[in-house]
């Protein structure tokens, strides 16, 4: 069947990976009506300011539409968005900068290079798991961190509620080559063969399950490598199976996007977009990002997290915090970044559903000793008692 026909296919293979058909699609434009909320469109990316955001999305209505512009950018426009200011803060962005050098610090003391999924390992650092590294050795940092309002805003609109967090840091240092061009987690992870062994509904849906973002640690010039972007790229169906194809390649290096960003600037996107990650050709420039992973409750995450951990380093914080008179939002922000929001799978014989269809989750029992003022061995207690039920 011609990659042009309407009619639904059930099995994808490299034989439906036509390169004019491709084209069509990525170059069809980006028209800044369809983002009325944005700054500006630039190279084909809508750019927008954080703090109009805020303001645009301070009521329910307006969160909405926020979201729902948000959604439409990332499905079926150019599949990329810019946050300008996303951390107004820079003091936020630089605690967290000292706790994520410390880890790169730790670990090269330790030795062996750290790999990278798509450039060769060794010639930049990678910090693995850096939320729940973080969350444990810099619990204050980590709170005003992933207390954001925009990444909520983002991570709701596109995965709904209880979406499942993970953090990877990556400093391409001066010289640092390239990344290849890639389509990420879940699909993009598989070997061409085993990709094309899921149908094409699969295909569909894999791109919902998780949402990408980078927030920007520190300025980021062209010529320190940013991340190069494919507008448009996502839409393509059989794009798992034509990324590494030689003439996709190929279009992907002679067409691709690059935008400065600012420390602070955060980058979300979906992650059946053609992208990867620059060439730092900057003398001095130690590129820091921090690469967000964020999972729907529906799916798999690809790092496996100690949020029972988490959630205990952080709890003092949040009671403090609240005693210090946050508000319940932050409150709910920094839960939903620590804790298992949804609560399966688990065993119903021991953890059976309590008023209701669902037995109580993680971030359930972590806002509730947060609200009820528990002390921290009556959580620790409820939290083990909790893993321990939802064991076979």
Known sequence: ????????????????????????????????????????????????????????????????????????????????????RA????????RASAAFNALIEEERAQGGARGDHFAKPGANDRVWNALDKMAVRA????????????????????LG?????????????PGGAAQSVHRDYHLGFLAQERAAAYPAHVHRLSPVLTLQGAVAHCDMPVESGPTLFLPHSQKYEPGYLAWRLPEFI????????QLPLEKGDAVFFNPALFHAAGHNRSADIKRMANLLQISSAFGRAME?????????ALFPVLLRRKA???????????????????????????????????????????????????????????????????QS
């Not at 951390?87 to 630089?94: F, L, M, R, S």
């Not at 204050?140 to 954001?148: C, K, P, S, V």
């Not at 509620?161 to 240092?173: D, G, K």
């Open 161 to 173: 509620p209880a979406y499942q967090v993970t953090s990877q840091v990556n400093v391409v240092n």
């Open 304 to 312: 496996s997290v100690d949020r029972q951990a988490m959630a205990n």
């Open 250 to 257: 190929a279009y992907f290096e002679a067409h691709h996007v």
């Open 1 to 84: 069947m011609s990659p042009t026909d309407t009619a639904p296919r059930t099995w994808l293979t490299e034989d439906d990976c036509a390169l004019d058909a491709f084209r069509v699609l990525v170059e069809q434009g980006t028209d800044p009506q369809d983002h009325p909320s944005a700054e500006r469109i630039e190279h084909g990316v809508p750019l927008y300011d954080g703090d109009r955001l805020r303001g645009l999305a301070a009521t329910r209505e307006g969160r909405r539409a926020v979201q729902e512009e948000l959604v439409r950018a990332l499905l079926d426009g150019p599949g990329v968005v810019v946050l300008r």
């Open 324 to 390: 210090e008179g946050v508000s319940e939002e932050w409150l709910h922000r920094v839960v939903a970044a620590t804790a298992e929001g949804y609560p399966f799978p688990t065993n119903l014989d021991l953890d059976p559903p309590v008023g209701g269809l669902a037995p109580p989750s993680q971030a359930d029992t972590l806002r509730q000793a947060v609200a009820e003022g528990w002390d921290p061995e009556r959580l620790r207690q409820e939290l083990h008692a909790g893993a321990e039920r939802r």
């Open 87 to 94: 951390y107004p803060d820079p003091a936020v962005v630089d």
């Open 139 to 158: 619990p204050e940092a980590f709170a005003d961190y992933y207390a954001n309002d925009l990444l909520e805003l983002v991570s709701e609109a596109w």
